[in-house]
């Protein structure tokens, strides 16, 4: 097992640091759970408003119902997206039974799931990193243990069909997005998604977006800002949105996915990262980092978030 999870942190080190995202195979999550929680969503979705409000986002918590408008990347369009977030796994936080059947008995084990292959990724980026394999587990203990400790969060996304493009007087136009621009405030994101596509990153030094093409059952794993700065930028962050597709007949389908933002402890100091050099000669991208056991920002993981959280919630 300790050779597989070397192997892995590796490969993670490897696509991190040169592209600035990785794609996991193998991973054990089984598309049915993925599937059944985007049916949920979709369920909770068509529930009357009035339904929907009990279970409204808790500004604090950050658990619960996102609707379109309530978050937004970019001012300038308008994001059509509804999200459920979910910070604690207690029964009582989710739609109940009679409201969407089902709804925790398949969101706790995905959320299970996702927050187990985290551990193993820590585990992995610890070896890469020639620490020792706990050093960086440790500070994410608390992952969904509904303490209040740590701010992981599963969010499960539906995005609605999008209007047709020429739709509507001209005065009345609205450009819509999915998702916007940004880059995650966490240690990593694990997104998995379903085949619609309209992912797009900036590779680091490039100006321009590229798609993130959909590899049947993969999970992506995405640099957060924390991990980019314990690294001294060595694993890039990346920017990065989701586009609403062309074409009439796509923007008429809905997308889902589920992200998993793996966040440390509120309260973990992060130990500075007096990182070896890259297990690979770096790419022209990167210069040397000379100054990596120099510079170390330590930063309160819980003061980060609640400023972030400032700048995109209406
Ligand atoms: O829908 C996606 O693929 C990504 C969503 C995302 O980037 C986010 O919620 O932070
Ligand atoms: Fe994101």
Redesign the pocket.
């Known amino acids: 097992m300790k050779s597989v999870v070397r192997r892995i942190g590796q490969q993670l080190f490897t696509a991190l640091s040169t592209k600035g995202l990785a794609m996991l195979v193998n991973h054990g999550v089984a598309e049915e759970k993925l599937k059944a929680v985007y049916a949920d969503l979709d369920n909770f979705c068509a529930l009357p408003e009035g339904c929907q409000a009990q279970y409204l986002r808790n500004p604090i918590s950050n658990h619960g119902y996102v609707k379109p408008g309530m978050e937004q990347f970019d001012e300038t369009k308008k994001e059509l997206r509804h999200?459920f977030n979910i910070t604690t796994l207690s029964a009582a936080a989710m739609p109940a039974q009679e409201e969407v059947p089902e709804f925790t008995q398949h969101a706790v084990p995905l959320a299970h799931d996702l927050t187990n292959l985290s551990r193993v990724l820590l585990q992995a980026l610890g070896y890469a990193f020639g620490l020792p394999p706990s050093t960086l587990l440790s500070c994410h203990s608390h992952m969904l243990q509904s303490d209040g400790c740590n701010a992981s969060t599963m969010?499960i996304?539906y995005?609605p069909p999008v209007p047709p493009e020429d739709e509507g007087p001209c005065y009345e136009h609205v450009t819509y997005t999915?998702?916007g621009a940004?880059s995650?405030r966490c240690t990593f994101?694990l997104?998995a998604?379903d085949s619609e596509g309209g992912?797009e990153v900036k590779l680091n030094g490039s100006d321009k977006w590229q798609s993130v093409g959909h590899l049947p059952g993969a999970i992506l794993v995405q640099t957060g800002e924390l991990l980019a700065s314990w690294t001294t930028n060595l694993l890039p962050a990346l920017m990065?949105r989701?586009v609403v597709p062309s074409g009439t007949y796509a923007r008429a389908r809905g997308?889902h996915?589920v992200?998993f933002f793996c966040h440390p402890d509120n309260e973990a100091i992060i130990p500075p990262l007096a990182l070896r050099p890259a297990p690979v000669p770096a790419p022209p991208a990167f210069t040397p980092h000379t100054h990596l056991t120099l510079h170390h920002r330590l930063l309160n993981a819980a003061h980060h978030i609640q400023k972030r959280f400032r700048e995109t919630y209406a």
């Open positions: 999200s969010r996304l995005y999915r998702c940004h995650d994101t997104v998604q992912l990065h989701v997308r996915c992200a």
